[in-house]
C-alpha cells in the first residue's frame, strides 16, 4: 500500500492482506499517512520462504519450455507485458499488470485458444505456490490478476490455477467465475476503507496471518496491555466471543469464574508457579501412565515440514536409562531421503530388541506428533509395517502432554513441555535463542537443498537442544509418576510375534493417517 500524490495503489498483497487483517489495513493506511512508523521485521523464514518461491517458479518455468510451449518472455514492466500478449507469447513469467490504482505482478501469464482482442487467443492466470493448500487470499489475488489482464485483452478469462510442489507441475485449476462476487465486495471494502477520512476502529485480534505481519509485535504488545482473553491457555475465539457477549473482556475479569485464568492470574501476581490436580478419573490422566520400565525409552524428532516432497525428519533423538541409574541421548541425522529411511529402520529395530529384553517398556513423548512422524515414515519408505503394527497395538507410545492436560492445570499460557519445566525443575544449558537461530540455519540448507551450508555449530546446538527435549521428557515422566495416585496401572504390554485378527484393516489405518499434516 503506498500514498502518491494524495492517492493510493494498491496491490494484490494488500487485498490478501485485508482478507486475512483488516487491522493490518488500518496500520498500513496509517503508516502511509505518516501517523505511525513500518515495522520492519527481520525474519530469515520468510527469506528463505521467498528463495523457494523462486525456485518453485522457476522450475515450472523450465517445465513448461519442456512442454513445447513455444516462447518465455519476461514481463517487466507494464508496457513489456502488454506487447508479449499482442504479439501471442506462449508463457509471460512475472507479468506487469496495472489499471488505475490497482496493481500486480502475476507469476505467469499462460495462452490458450480462447479468442480475444488480441486475436484467436488469450491469458489465463497461473499462481506458483508452495502451499499444499490453495487459501482464500491467493484465489482473491488471482481474481486481481485476471481483471488486469481482462482490460489487456478484452475479456475476462474463464479459469485460474495454482500450482504446488509434489504434484507434478499439474495445476490445481479454479473457475474464475464462481468467485469473482466475493472478489468485488472485498475488493470494494478495501478501497472503502483507504478512501475515508479515516480508518475505521479495529483491534488487532490474534489471526494465522500474525506469524507472517511485520506489525505483530506492536499488536502482540497492544493485547498484552489490554490483558487480552487469548492468553488464557486454550482458549478458543469461541469461547472469546461468548465472553465478551457476556461483558468479559480481560484475563483478569475472566479469573473468578475460569480455573485457568484464575491460576494464570495468581502466578502473575504473586511470582509463583502453582498447579492443580483435577479429580481423577478412570483411564485418563495420571491413570494412563504405565508401571516405570528399566527399558523406558523418551523420543524426539526434529523436523522440517517444508521440505519438498512432504518434509523430512532429520533428527531423531531418544534417551534410555542405563543399570547405574544414568540415563543415554543417542541421536541420528537424516538430511536427505537415504538416511531418513535408514534412521527410521534403525529405531524401529532397536525398539524391537529392546523389547526382548524389557517387555514392559513404553516409548514417551510430548504431543502427538511423534506416532504421526513414525506412521509417515512407514508408509512412505513401506519398510517395518509388522513392527509399527505390534508397538501401536500394544500401547507403547505414551503421550505426555495428554496426560498432562487431562490430570491438571497449570499457571502457563501454553502447555508447552518447555513452560512446564518450571513445575519439574528441569534446567536446560542450550540457549533457546541460540537453538532457534541454529533450528533456522537447519531449515534453510535443508529447504534450499544446501546442507553443505549448514554450520557445524548449528547442528551440535540443535542436538544440544534435541537432547533436552528427550531429557525433559524424562523429568516430566518422573515428576508425573510423584504426583500419581495409587491405582490400576493401564495393562501390561505384552510381544506379539504373529499378526492379531483385523491387522490388515489397522495397517490400512495407518497408513492413511501415515500422510496427515503435522499436528503438534
Known sequence: MQLIDGEFLLSATDLSKHLACRHATTLDWKAAHGEIERIHRNDPSIEVLEERGRR????????????????????????????????????????????????????????????????????????????????????????????????????????????????????????????????RFVKSRLSTVVDGAKPPETYPEPVEHCDVCSWWPACNDRRRKDDHLSFVAGITKHQIKEFRQSGITTLAGLAPSHQQARLQLEYRNTGKAIYELLPAEPERGLARLPEPSAGDIFLDFESDPFVEDGG?????????????????????????????????????????????????????????????????????YATREDELDRILRA???????????????????????????????????????????????????????DVDSIPADARTAVASYNREDCLSTLHLRNWLEHLRPPGPRPPACTRKSERS?????STD????????????
Open 509 to 520: 489405518s495407518v497408513v492413511d493417517e501415515a500422510f496427515n499434516e503435522r499436528s503438534a
Open 395 to 449: 500401547g507403547l507410545l505414551v503421550d505426555l502432554h495428554s496426560v498432562v492436560k487431562q490430570s491438571m492445570r497449570a499457571s502457563v499460557e501454553k502447555y508447552s513441555l518447555k513452560d512446564l519445566e518450571i513445575f519439574f525443575g528441569f534446567k536446560r544449558e542450550t540457549d533457546l535463542r541460540d537453538a532457534r537461530q541454529a533450528l533456522q540455519a537447519m531449515e534453510r540448507g535443508l529447504e534450499l537443498n
Open 501 to 505: 485378527p483385523g491387522r490388515e484393516a
Open 312 to 380: 523430512i525428519e532429520y533428527l531423531l533423538g531418544y534417551v534410555t536409562l542405563n543399570d547405574a541409574g544414568g540415563s543415554q541421548y543417542t541421536l541420528a541425522w537424516a538430511v536427505d531421503r537415504t538416511n531418513e529411511r535408514r534412521m527410521f529402520e534403525q529405531f524401529m529395530d532397536m525398539v524391537v530388541r529392546r523389547r526382548e529384553e524389557y517387555p514392559d517398556l513404553h516409548i514417551y513423548h510430548y504431543s502427538p506428533y511423534e506416532p504421526v512422524a513414525l506412521k509417515r515414515l512407514m508408509g512412505r
Open 56 to 183: 518453485h517458479e522457476a522450475a515450472y518455468l523450465n517445465y513448461l519450455k519442456d512442454q513445447g510451449h513455444d516462447l518465455l518472455v519476461e514481463g517487466e514492466g507494464l508496457e513489456r507485458t502488454r506487447s508479449a500478449m499482442k504479439s501471442g507469447a506462449g508463457v509471460i513469467a512475472q507479468a506487469d499488470l496495472r489499471n488505475g490504482r490497482w496493481r500486480g505482478r502475476a507469476d505467469i501469464l499462460l495462452k490458450v485458444d480462447k479468442p480475444s482482442d488480441l486475436g484467436l487467443w488469450s491469458y489465463e492466470v497461473i499462481d506458483t505456490k508452495l502451499a499444499s493448500e490453495t487459501r482464500g487470499g491467493t484465489i482473491l489475488q488471482l481474481c486481481l490478476y485476471s481483471e488486469l489482464v481482462a482490460e489487456i485483452q478484452g475479456r475476462m478469462p474463464d479459469f485460474v490455477h495454482v500450482v504446488s510442489p509434489g504434484r507434478g507441475f499439474q495445476p490445481e485449476t479454479f473457475r474464475l467465475h464462481d468467485f469473482l462476487a466475493y472478489y
